[in-house]
């Protein structure tokens, strides 16, 4: 029973090429003989399918494809002249352009358009798909149908199926409109909804329908915006809550004023191309740079900061404003130093393969990966310090320390020790926003001074002294700036949400979340 | 944060020595713009360069002496006094656009040329008035007072103090120069405002001019000076500096200390306002940068560095550290951002009182 159907699959098989050879060459026949039997030679290979017609026409379209007096035909290429049937080299010599006019043309663009729906280079199909849709038509639906069984690329098919139903419009059997109509309004491309729009005027007929579909496309289009804008914020939130989360800890949790935490996540950006350079020569390491700069520069911040606390900030305790200004001279000379070393122009880093592009998410949410990873990571980040202030002997230390000085030292905790590693840790936790920061900010010595004004207003929006009011105050921030943002633009927007947390912390000067109980006198 | 009672007798011979030293002070400053009309040759002559700094270095000494009437006396550490400043620049800069008239590039009769560069019809309504000279004056002053007052009474009916307020102003000044590089603001963008041509009817490119200014803010300095003597002297200012030092217990011994500190810091705004007014033509520019929060906080280092809480010691701050900076700048550019810095640490670490409380030191 089965032999007899495999043996017919085989002689299938076997006779396919062939007969596209066939095709291919019979096509060839009469082309440059004149301008009618070249458009028809053209349209002959436009349905072959074959892909060898691809770049011959395509070189006819150039005026490239030559004609010698026997009928052998020739391509002149980059690299020399060689035969359009055998790819050999040739002598292009006695040989003449074929010749085209405004009918080769037309057969040309069309036989091109279809030819590279079946191209092998996706990129061909990419571009054929937006041709067709452009120049959308009836007669293509067939064609369009063929093309899209055979895909396999998503979004070739996606751009496929938009031109299938796009060309399903300008059929004249209402039957077919009515799918292409369907089949539109279940996408959500804004190119579909002017589609749609255009073909409304002309099919007064089906206008409800048409109706219906532009309400369905707005209504998906206004959840993508709104998602979209919901990952902006999120974003932003996340930029805003590894800036401040190193903050918290030394200014919220410590209560000491720090201008130079700005400086020290330039220096965790600086530390991040340090390490990407250092590793370049070594192929196994070098991949692994970006997550390998997250230790170092966490390392190197943390023992500037340390340094920092131990050699001046401990000697202005209980004089914040002072500290203020001691540790702005800080930043200022962090700053230059960095400049005279590095240069004040930007420092390239360099993305790892697996954060650059953009993501599509269900809905055709489009997300860029880098800023999803830092979304991720920022997060991440702030578990581990929770963890760390909540879970470890040294986080218990730490708050027994801010939290009640001389009892803590009365328990044998060596209190100026906890406040050398509570300022390290936070401006490790600096130098890690650093990291991160490096791959969507330029790597330049002011790099920090953008942020310490937004952290602060952060921190002090949530709440001091608390990290979840930090979480809030950073996303919530960084959600109602983008929110703002299509309506106001960029610059306003930022001005406002400055103007609304000024505002905010003169009605409630403890932030968000305020703390309350002795903690709070303190 | 009070400061040391020195010995009434050494007190009372540094202070005249402090008032007699700044009374020459004055007089030099006053005879500069007479010795540059001396031939160059001549071995007093004084250059050009130097009269149109020192001018400039005055307009920074009233804004340092209105931030220590804020920091040193009220107690209320503002990073964005540097905000007042620009305010009452740009106030003058809009007086000095209009007077431009038809002599601008585009040659409108109204519209200065940034507006018809951008495609304005007619003035914004909030340019209407700047050509006359009173009305702008009244806005040097008005409008940093009036942001003053707003941010003042927010702040201080709820009681932030100390570094909270310090990095509200910081916020704020930090806005408004996201505000002013805007085009559509309708106060020339990036650019800010330059090309200005006279100013009450004199050419503002001839030497006359710059001595008439130069003597203004002189004038300006001498009158501020003696406004916050007066009021630093008076019964008001010693409540000021109680509260300064102590502001719950002046609270709670009656005293409304919100009120007091209003009228310091609008006070104060409105100083730093007319410095600002006075910079604007001597330079020939203002722009956005003028807000930016490191012009505000060093402004803060020359009063540091003078010494805080003395009016003597702001003026001489101002022209230290400004004499220093002129002098760095040019000699050894990489420097000066490090020195600046330097100074910040060593005068919190080492100086808390500045070169005034060095003085004062050496004399007792």
Redesign the interface.
């Known amino acids: 029973m089965k032999h007899p159907v495999l043996i017919l699959l085989l002689l299938c098989a076997l006779a396919l090429p062939a007969r596209a050879q066939d095709a291919f060459t019979a096509g060839l026949t009469g082309l440059g003989t004149g301008f009618n039997q070249t458009a028809e030679a053209v349209d002959r290979l436009g349905a072959s399918g074959d892909p060898r017609a691809l770049p011959l026409l395509r070189a006819l379209a150039d005026g490239r494809l030559l004609r010698q007096a026997d009928g052998t035909l020739l391509i002149r290429g980059d690299a020399g002249v060689q035969d359009a049937l055998t790819n050999a080299a040739a002598e292009a010599a006695g040989a003449e352009p074929v010749r085209l006019n405004n009918r080769v043309r037309v057969a040309l663009r069309g036989a091109l358009g279809r030819l590279q729906l079946v191209s092998p280079d996706p990129a061909d199909r990419q571009a054929a798909a937006e041709a067709v849709f452009r120049s959308r038509s009836a007669e293509n639906v067939p064609l369009l149908d063929a093309a899209l069984a055979r895909e396999t690329v998503p979004a070739i098919r996606a751009r496929l199926a938009l031109a299938l139903a796009a060309s399903r419009l300008m059929a004249d059997d209402p039957q077919n409109k009515l799918l292409g109509v369907t089949a539109l309004g279940a996408t959500s491309s804004p190119e579909a909804r002017a589609v749609l729009l255009e073909a409304r005027a002309t099919n007064p007929a089906i206008a409800a329908q048409i109706e219906e579909a532009v309400a369905a496309i707005d209504q998906r289009l206004a959840v993508r915006r709104a998602a979209e804008t919901l990952f902006q914020g999120l974003s932003l939130g996340s930029v805003l809550l590894l800036a401040a989360l190193g903050l918290a800890v030394t200014f919220g949790v410590m209560g000491v004023?720090n201008m130079a935490h700005g400086e020290f996540v330039m220096l965790g950006a600086y530390t991040t191309f340090i390490v990407q350079e250092a590793l370049r020569g070594i192929p196994m390491l070098a991949p692994w740079s970006l997550p390998l700069a997250v230790p170092a520069a966490f390392l190197v911040t943390a023992a500037c900061g340390a340094a920092m606390e131990r050699g001046?900030i401990r000697?202005?305790y209980g004089?914040?404003?002072?500290?203020?200004?001691?540790t702005?001279?800080?930043?200022?000379?962090i700053?230059?130093?960095v400049r005279?070393a590095f240069g004040a122009q930007n420092r390239e880093i360099i993305s790892p393969p697996w954060m650059q592009g953009t993501l599509m998410l269900p809905g055709e949410i489009a997300v860029t990966q880098n800023r999803l990873w830092i979304l991720v990571f920022s997060l991440v980040i702030l578990g581990l310090t929770v963890a760390a202030i909540r879970f470890t002997r040294f986080g218990l230390e730490m708050r027994a320390v801010t939290q009640k000085r001389a009892i803590a030292a009365s328990m044998g905790i060596r209190t100026g020790h906890m406040d050398a590693l509570t300022f390290a840790f936070g401006s490790g936790i600096a130098g890690i926003a650093g990291v991160a920061l490096s791959q969507i900010d330029n790597v330049s010595p002011n790099l920090g001074?953008g942020y310490i004004?937004d952290s602060?207003?952060v921190v002090?929006f949530g709440g001091v002294g608390s990290l979840a009011g930090t979480l809030v105050g950073a996303f919530g921030l960084g959600i109602i700036n983008k929110i703002l943002e299509p309506w106001a633009?960029a610059?306003?927007a930022?001005?406002f949400v400055?103007?609304a947390?000024?505002?905010f912390?003169?009605?409630k000067?403890r932030g968000l979340f305020a703390q309350k109980g002795r903690a709070a006198e303190a | 944060m009070s400061l040391a009672v020195a010995p009434p007798v050494a007190d009372a011979r540094l202070r005249l020595g402090l008032r007699a030293g700044l009374g020459i002070f004055v007089l030099l400053l006053g005879i500069m713009p007479l010795l540059n009309l001396l031939p160059v040759t001549h071995p007093l002559h004084v250059s050009d360069f130097l009269v149109s700094v020192t001018g400039k270095w005055i307009c920074y000494a009233i804004l340092a002496l209105s931030l220590d009437l804020a920091w040193g006396y009220a107690g209320i550490?503002s990073l964005g006094h540097g905000a007042f400043f620009a305010l009452g620049g740009y106030a003058m800069g809009m007086h000095l656009m209009r007077l431009i008239g038809p002599r601008g590039v585009y040659g409108h009769p109204v519209l200065p040329d940034f507006m018809v560069f951008l495609g304005y019809q007619e003035l914004p309504w909030y340019w209407l008035g700047f050509d006359s000279f009173p009305f702008a004056m009244l806005m040097v002053l008005l409008v940093p007072g009036m942001l003053a007052l707003i941010v003042g009474f927010?702040?201080f009916?709820?009681?932030?103090t100390?570094?909270?307020l310090?990095?509200?102003t910081?916020?704020?000044t930090?806005?408004l120069m996201?505000?002013f590089?805007?085009n559509d603001m309708g106060f020339g963008g990036n650019n800010g405002f330059t090309d200005f041509k006279e100013l009450l009817g004199f050419a503002l490119n001839t030497s006359a001019a710059r001595a008439g200014l130069f003597y203004a803010s002189l004038v300006a300095l001498v009158l501020s000076f003696l406004i916050c003597l007066r009021l630093t002297r008076s019964k008001y200012g010693r409540v000021l500096t109680a509260i300064r030092d102590a502001e719950s217990r002046v609270r709670f011994l009656g005293y409304n200390t919100t009120s007091h500190k209003l009228f310091a810091f609008v006070l104060s705004a409105m100083l730093a306002g007319l410095a600002g007014a006075l910079y604007v033509p001597q330079v020939g520019i203002i722009n956005p940068g003028e807000f930016s929060?490191?012009n505000s906080?060093e402004a803060?280092?020359w009063v540091?560095v003078g010494g805080r809480g003395t009016l003597v010691g702001a003026v001489l701050g101002a022209f230290t550290v400004n004499g220093l900076k002129t002098w760095l700048t040019s000699a050894a550019p990489?420097l000066w951002?490090?020195v600046?810095?330097?100074?910040?640490?060593a005068?919190?670490?080492f100086l808390?009182k500045g070169l005034i409380g060095l003085i004062k030191g050496r004399v007792q």
């Open positions: 004023i001046l000697h202005l004089r914040p404003l002072e500290t203020l200004l001691m702005f001279g800080v930043g200022m000379m700053q230059q130093s005279l001074t004004i602060f207003l002090v633009g610059v306003l930022k001005v400055l103007v947390a000024m505002l912390i003169q009605r000067p | 550490l927010l702040s009916r709820s009681r932030i100390g570094v909270y310090s990095i509200l910081q916020a704020m930090f806005a996201l505000a590089f805007r929060p490191a906080i803060v280092i540091a990489d951002l490090f600046l810095g330097a100074l910040f640490v005068v919190t670490l808390p």
